[in-house]
């Protein structure tokens, strides 16, 4: 191994962002590591992008920044692929860790024309097998000890182990670690297509959005209710369907929406603002007459 | 003008009054409450915003979700804020500025921290001084903006990151505060306790309460599925739970009358309410069992309580 790898975890909150960079990092350090492992984001809530960070080193570690130039990229949600950040520093002969179930061509397509190293795993559809969540950062850890070496899966298991059974009794334990193994067998790699010498990918660096002095005085928002410009239907792992037949158009749906998400006129429900939705199912668990159910999002996106 | 009827196929002409893309947690009550809020006021509205999860989430600059007028404040000065607001409309009343007949409502919200704990001396300080507000606590039993740490609200037996359970204790070791009982000692035109599940009763009281001729005070129990740890879609179904096993009974205090707002028919066991959440599940283990039956005399010690001081049979 290199002296130090370092590491970029890209997901939402809720997904485990935090607790893969963290259980990363311990179970490192069992192995003799130094380590950092810390999160980054705003104030957002479960559903919103966040990124957390891990570093791992033969020697103390005396850098404390987010990390910048990355040896491996993790997305946790393939939603994010269109984020013109995610690849952000990563190094030319770096890894890129997908949680998706998509071809590779399609998933190098998402992100720009990537052409560097590609390694995809279903974790969500191992996580919702195997810990009945949408929690896919453990498969991912497995995933990874695969493709770095860093550790065999003997050893991972071992180290997360004893992280988890700190914390949860052992049928979580059991089933975390399935799906650590899972993911270290059902990685899917596909190599880099770069020619030497090639930059895998050209990433615009970010500028500021503007500048301080144009900011409106006192920091106001004078265009009231323009978070609609702002899309959360990337945030779903379900989304609704409904049966129109069965609709009596009682409209408990929409005054139970908290994301103003379902579209009404005339006193008639007319569907869903996919843009909104965040997936939550409220109008399928309040719906009389049981029109609307939830289906997994990413069988709605592939059937489409 | 007749006021808007309480019916969802005319409501739902109305404009909301928070517009989707705010960043609050799938499934969140504090959105659905805001709604309901907001949506039973005809007349324009300025809303005083204490911190919280609803104020950082539904304005993240350059956004905002609001579509009325809105304002944000600390955590312990809502009540302050609100009742400044309001004697700013009043002065220029006097001074002719807005002409007389211009109805304005003054709502603001803040969680339980803000209320409960860190706001309380602002607010009764805004409701003895009479200033014509309505106050609404979105009481979600903890401080789930920073992490799910406890608050005075949070109930007995609850897991919190603060009050984890374990050897030491059995998670939060104390009651929860009755802040229902503490503003209505205060004695205002308007007290009530509400639940979004019985969203007619929320918007009723709604009614009354702006219609009261000085401050009022309306603690809505505000389900958090991040803290609570349960699946978002059960949001109106604990909601729900919590009524109808009289956890949080519905109320209201007009003029110093207590009025219970709801009975239900057949009151369910606490364990109906404390089985759907996950900061109660090491309640149901055989330990356990001595402090469940602590908490369910407590709720029918304060339900009975209730039950008397509304003149209800016990």
């Known amino acids: 191994m290199q002296e130090m790898i370092e590491i970029r975890w890209h997901g939402r909150g809720g997904q485990g962002v935090v607790t893969a960079a963290r259980l990363l990092a311990e179970a490192a350090m069992e192995a003799g590591y130094f380590i950092q492992a810390f999160p980054d984001y705003g104030p957002e809530r479960s559903g919103a992008p966040i990124r957390a960070y891990t570093r791992l080193s033969r020697s103390p570690i005396s850098l404390h920044s987010p990390v910048k130039a990355p040896d491996l990229v993790i997305v946790l949600d393939e939603t994010l692929l269109g984020d013109p950040s995610l690849l952000e520093g990563l190094k030319p002969d770096g890894w890129l860790i997908v949680n998706s179930a998509l071809p590779p061509e399609f998933v190098r397509r998402r992100v720009g024309g990537y052409k560097g190293h590609l390694a995809l795993l279903d974790a969500t559809r191992i996580a919702l097998e195997v810990l009945r969540r949408n929690l896919p950062n453990t498969p991912l850890l497995g995933a990874l000890a695969r493709l770095t070496g860093l550790f065999s899966l003997e050893d991972l298991t071992r180290h997360i182990r004893h992280h988890l059974a700190a914390k949860f009794g052992e049928d979580v334990v059991r089933a975390n670690l399935e799906a650590v193994r899972r993911g270290f067998e059902e990685v899917r790699i ?28 006192g920091g106001l928002i004078l265009d009231a209710g323009n978070a609609i410009a702002y899309r959360t239907g990337d945030w779903r792992t379900f989304r609704p369907v409904v049966e129109m037949e069965k609709c009596t158009h009682c409209l408990y749906c929409w005054l139970y929406c908290p994301d103003d998400a379902i579209r009404v006129a005339g006193g008639q429900f007319l569907g869903f603002d996919e843009a909104h939705c965040k997936g939550c199912g409220i109008c399928a668990a309040v719906c009389p007459p049981k029109a609307i159910i939830m289906v997994e999002e990413s069988r709605v996106v592939a059937a489409v | 003008m007749a006021a808007t009827p309480l019916n969802l196929k005319v409501l739902s002409e109305k404009r909301t009054p928070l517009s989707g893309g705010h960043r609050l947690c799938a499934g969140c ?46 955590f312990e000065n809502t009540a302050a804020v609100a009742a400044g607001v309001e004697a700013a409309y009043r002065a220029l009343i006097r001074r002719r500025a807005i002409p007389e007949d ?25 409701l003895e001084r009479g200033h014509k507000f309505l106050y609404v606590c979105l009481d979600n039993e903890g401080y789930m903006n920073t992490g799910i740490q406890r608050s005075s609200a949070t109930p007995r037996g609850a897991w919190t990151t603060t009050t984890p359970v374990g050897a030491v204790m059995p998670g939060k070791p104390q009651w929860r505060k009755d802040l229902t009982g503490i503003i209505a000692a205060h004695r205002i035109p308007y007290v009530a306790q509400a639940a979004p599940s019985h969203w007619k009763d929320l918007m009723s009281k709604v009614r009354k309460a702006v219609a009261a001729d000085g401050p009022a005070f309306l603690n809505v129990l505000a389900d958090c599925n991040r803290g609570w740890r349960h699946d978002p879609a059960l949001t109106l179904e604990v ?76």
Not at chain 2, 33 to 51: S, Y
Not at chain 2, 108 to 126: E, P, R, V
Request: hydrophobic fraction near 40%.
């Open chain 2, 239 to 314: 909601t729900r739970m919590a009524v109808e096993t009289c956890y949080w009974p519905l109320f209201e205090v007009e003029n110093g009358v207590w009025r219970l707002s709801y009975r239900p028919r057949r009151k369910l066991p606490i364990t109906e309410y404390l089985k759907l959440q996950g900061r109660f599940a090491h309640l149901f283990q055989p330990e356990y069992q001595n402090l469940v039956a602590e908490i369910q005399a407590e709720v029918d010690r304060r339900w009975e309580e209730l039950l008397r001081r509304c003149g209800e049979h016990v």
């Open chain 2, 29 to 74: 009550a504090e959105a659905i409450i805001v709604k309901q809020v907001l949506l039973a006021i005809d007349d324009p509205v300025v809303v005083i915003n204490g911190t919280g999860c609803l104020e950082v989430s539904t304005t993240i600059f350059p956004y905002t979700a609001w579509r009325v007028p809105w304002i944000h404040v600390a």
């Open chain 1, 190 to 217: 596909d190599p880099g297509q770069a020619s030497p010498g090639e930059r895998p990918i050209e990433v615009p660096s970010g500028g500021m959005a503007l500048p301080w002095f144009e900011l409106p005085r």
């Open chain 2, 102 to 126: 211009r109805r304005v409502v003054f709502v603001a919200f803040a969680g339980d921290g803000g209320t409960y704990d860190i706001g309380l001396q602002a607010l009764s300080g805004a």
